[in-house]
């Protein structure tokens, strides 16, 4: 996991980050619409990896991953 996460899959590009600042909140560049709209904007992670339409990443606080995006292939959310 690193603190920038880019893909280029079947859905198209996947550009993640954190926000400046050291807060470690998330921003996405995005043009797939269920990654963009279900991107979790107020929990810092540590770190973060993107893949074919989805994004996971460990949330700071809980030490637990969470994904978001396409569930097509994998269970979104902690498992």
């Known amino acids: 996991m690193c ?3 880019i893909s280029y899959g079947e859905n198209g590009p ?9 807060s470690h909140l ?3 560049y995005d043009s797939n619409s269920a990654v ?3 991107t ?3 929990f810092p992670f540590v770190g973060l990896t ?3 339409g ?4 460990l949330l700071m606080d809980l030490n637990q991953p ?3 995006g396409s569930s097509a292939y994998i269970q979104m959310g902690v498992p």
């Open 3 to 5: 603190t920038i996460a």
């Open 14 to 22: 996947i550009f993640y980050g954190f926000k400046p600042g050291g």
């Open 26 to 28: 998330v921003t996405c």
């Open 36 to 38: 963009i709209y279900s």
């Open 40 to 42: 979790p904007s107020r």
């Open 50 to 52: 993107v893949g074919d």
């Open 54 to 57: 989805f994004v996971c990443g």
């Open 66 to 68: 969470s994904c978001w």
